[in-house]
């Protein structure tokens, strides 16, 4: 299989995926208002998007020092907001900026986005950030506000890379940031 | 007769009134709109961020379709979904192009469980300010009827805070103040040189610091600077009607509380002049029945209670109960809010803090009082501040992905710091609350028909305000300086206030000096709607003052034989 056909199967299950995701929304969102219909609803990504998603999210919070974003659960975090949370049109959102990111790939560098090496991710995940964030894009903006705040607030992103106490117990008002260490999560 | 008194609304208002009357020994009914709760175990307080549901958000579609309008609160997320009516079940309507958001709760406690803790006593200032610039009517009382009811209803709920010796501002029986952190200590070095008569001082909030052996005895803890409040706090640490007075109430064994009892009109009978039953609609079966008592408190919301009056019409109040005046419903007021300016500060960055504290800092009126020069409005505003250091969520808005942005959030972000204005609202006739003409709940009764806006003298305020906001932080060294924002449509800062105003004059006010009306003896009213004017300070401290005068004062009738 060429790298051009590969890319356009690649696209067309991308944006079929985005396709049933938006059709059936209505119909779905009209079954969720009924109590416990949410188990009824469709998977906010397919198997390969997901695949694409999990990268993403460790491409911009790597394993390091400390665990990063798979280990920390993001991308099921957002698959679970995609499917508990979001509206038709946020799930739309995430799922084109995916789209945008292996759009990239190809166009960088010919091939996709799980094929390439972690630098290369890095750049077009960068790549695409700063550009991005330079024009307040707000699709862009959702996606990267779930990648935080599943990480962040999760208990490996609260408590082992930030601080977080869930009783502090006392208010003190002026110390050293040496003394208390990391930034508090919350 | 079933009971002594019938107290409809149990937030902060109704909790007071039943804690004073049960303490002086009166059998007392509290009826309540909305579901039952319990202290403590009904509150998602000791969920860590990961165990809230969806990190904190609501579902998209959910707000869409139920929470338009409760959505605007900060307070608003999926661990303090339960304190918020849906405004899909619970209708109001507006006039086009004039908005009001009428952000409330159905359940007992009402929104004393979710108010911003945020604690000042009103001053001479503001009681004589009608009298004064002619806005309005005069108010009945001044502050010596009210400091000694300040003081209780402090000693009582407990309120952290310091004494300033400020005429605009009076002091208060405070347990000790939560400490400034670095940048506000510096700030308020900073103002205080630069403007001499303006002043900064610790955030005076309903949480204990001292806890006293009453606050113990009630099952009430100090605070433990989670800053989770809005959910309600197992520890009782700050003042609600679940935590302090419907406890203390029900230790006298006097208190009777119903909840799911939906007041719909106060029957009033002619021959006695006096209310001869409070009917209310059960909310889940919708079958009525009706309660009497000797004495009747509305403390059902300024809205709720403007609403029960009007659609309380007899041969004898035509325009609604105890409505000769035709100010019931009217001089409706909210604190102009959306004002105030933020900005960071390129100090301090080795410096930082421990625990979460749930208030910040206060600085008090100043305009209009000891800064008059070039000053176009009248009335004026006071700025509640808070500042700290910039958390995870920067990088949304910063460029930076990879092991780069997880060392850079390692670390706080700059420090920053808000100063959100609180203005003062006129009480003008035309803002008020009617019944509308055709639409119903779902349990029949009429919805509140809210017509409310703004005037030259909010909007002139609300500029003035931006523009002293921007100019100290930047006469304190901060970068970035921006205005808040606009002004937002009333009802926002949920201070409603004003429509079944205290007064001298049966013919233009409601309520005499004690809240209890002109037209009915045994009817008083002591929540928000018996404000004669707004103040610029947070006015539930008041509520509370009033209510209790007003409960004590309800006691020494009924024992005399006067009610």
Redesign the interface.
């Known amino acids: 299989m060429s790298d051009s056909s590969k890319h356009n199967l690649n696209r067309r299950a991308l944006l079929l995926g985005a396709v049933l995701l938006v059709g059936g929304g209505a119909a779905l969102?009209r079954i969720?208002?009924s109590p416990g219909a949410f188990l009824g609803r469709a998977r906010a990504f397919n198997a390969e998007q997901f695949a694409l998603l999990e990268q993403v999210c460790e491409?911009?919070?790597?394993t390091?020092d400390?665990p990063g974003a798979i280990t920390a659960g993001v991308p099921a975090?957002m698959r679970?907001?995609l499917e508990?949370?979001?509206?038709d049109?946020?799930r739309a959102e995430i799922v084109s900026v995916l789209e945008t990111l292996e759009k990239l790939a190809w166009s960088k560098f010919g091939a996709g986005f799980l094929e390439l090496i972690p630098e290369r991710r890095?750049q077009v995940?960068?790549g695409l950030?700063?550009e991005r964030?330079?024009r307040?894009d707000p699709a862009y903006?959702k996606f990267?506000?779930l990648v935080?705040?599943?990480y962040?607030?999760?208990?490996i992103g609260?408590t082992h890379?930030?601080r977080?106490e869930?009783?502090?117990?006392?208010?003190?008002?002026?110390?050293?940031?040496?003394?208390?260490g990391?930034?508090?999560?919350? | 007769m079933d009971f002594d008194a019938i107290v409809v609304g149990s937030g902060i208002s109704g909790g007071w009134v039943a804690k004073e009357l049960c303490e002086r020994g009166l059998k007392t009914l509290v009826i309540e709109r909305g579901r039952h709760v319990n202290h403590r175990t009904d509150y998602m307080d000791?969920s860590?961020?990961?165990e809230v549901p969806?990190?904190g958000?609501?579902?998209?579609?959910e707000v869409?379709?139920h929470y338009a309008v409760q959505s605007q609160c900060y307070a608003f997320n999926s661990a303090t979904k339960q304190w918020w009516v849906r405004d899909s079940e619970h209708p109001y309507s507006t006039p086009p192009g004039r908005p009001y958001s009428w952000i409330r709760g159905y359940h007992l406690g009402g929104r004393s469980i979710t108010w911003g803790r945020q604690t000042y006593r009103m001053s001479d200032y503001d009681f004589a300010a009608n009298a004064l610039d002619g806005n309005g009517v005069d108010w009945p009382i001044r502050y010596a009827d009210i400091s000694p009811w300040y003081d209780r209803v402090e000693r009582f709920a407990g309120i952290s805070g310091a004494n300033e010796g400020l005429a605009q501002l009076p002091d208060g029986q405070f347990m000790p103040p939560?400490?400034?952190?670095?940048l506000e200590?510096e700030f308020k070095k900073k103002i205080e040189q630069d403007f001499p008569t303006r002043r900064v001082t610790s955030g005076r909030c309903a949480h204990l610091t001292e806890p006293t052996a009453e606050q113990l005895a009630l099952g009430r803890g100090s605070c433990?600077?989670?800053?989770t409040c809005e959910r309600g706090c197992g520890y009782g640490a700050y003042f609600s009607s679940l935590s302090a007075t419907l406890p203390a109430a029900r230790n006298t064994g006097n208190l009777t509380v119903v909840t799911d009892a939906i007041v719909e009109r106060l029957d009033y009978d002619p021959a006695k002049r006096r209310i001869s039953g409070v009917r209310v609609i059960d909310a889940n079966t919708k079958q009525g029945r009706s309660y009497q008592a000797r004495v009747v408190f509305m403390c059902a919301s300024t809205i709720g209670t403007a609403q029960i009056l009007l659609a309380s019409q007899s041969e004898y109040f035509p325009e609604g109960l105890a409505n000769r005046s035709g100010a019931v419903g009217r001089y409706l007021m909210d604190h102009l809010v959306g004002i105030g300016a933020s900005g960071t500060h390129p100090g301090f960055?080795?410096?930082?803090?421990?625990?979460?504290?749930p208030t910040g800092f206060y600085l008090p009126r100043y305009i209009n009082l000891t800064e008059t020069a070039g000053v176009d409005f009248q009335r004026g505003f006071g700025f509640q501040g808070y500042s700290g250091?910039a958390?995870?969520?920067r990088?949304?808005?910063?460029?930076?992905?990879?092991?780069e942005?997880?060392?850079r959030?390692?670390?706080?972000?700059p420090w920053g710091m808000q100063l959100i204005g609180f203005g003062e609202m006129l009480p003008r006739a035309n803002n008020r609350v009617t019944l509308h003409g055709t639409q119903k709940d779902r349990w029949g009764i009429p919805l509140a028909h809210i017509d409310c806006s703004h005037g030259d003298n909010e909007r002139r305020l609300a500029d003035r305000a931006n523009r002293d906001a921007v100019q100290m932080l930047l006469s304190a060294g901060f970068e970035n300086v921006a205005p808040l924002g606009e002004l937002k449509p009333p009802g926002h800062s949920v201070h409603e206030m004003g429509t079944a105003r205290m007064g001298r004059d049966p013919a233009t006010s409601v309520l005499n000096a004690h809240n209890q009306a002109h037209d009915v003896q045994n009817l008083f009213i002591t929540d928000g709607s018996c404000m004669t004017s707004s103040g610029t300070v947070n006015p539930s401290l008041t509520y509370m003052a009033l209510s209790a005068r007003a409960a004590n004062h309800a006691a020494d009738r009924l024992a005399s034989g006067e009610i």
């Open positions: 969102t969720a208002r491409v911009i919070i790597p390091t400390t975090f679970q907001m508990e949370w979001g509206s049109e946020s890095l995940v960068s950030d700063a964030v330079a307040h903006g990267k506000q935080l705040l599943g962040y607030q999760s208990e609260a890379e930030l977080y869930l009783v502090p117990g006392a208010w003190r008002a002026n110390l050293p940031l040496s003394e208390v990391r930034a508090s999560a919350v | 000791f860590a961020p990961w969806n990190r958000k609501v579902p998209e579609a869409a379709e939560m400490a400034l952190n670095c200590t433990q600077m989670r800053h960055t080795d410096r930082y803090y421990y625990g979460r504290r250091r958390t995870w969520d990088a949304e808005h910063e460029a930076g992905v990879g092991a942005l997880k060392q959030l390692r670390a706080p972000g």
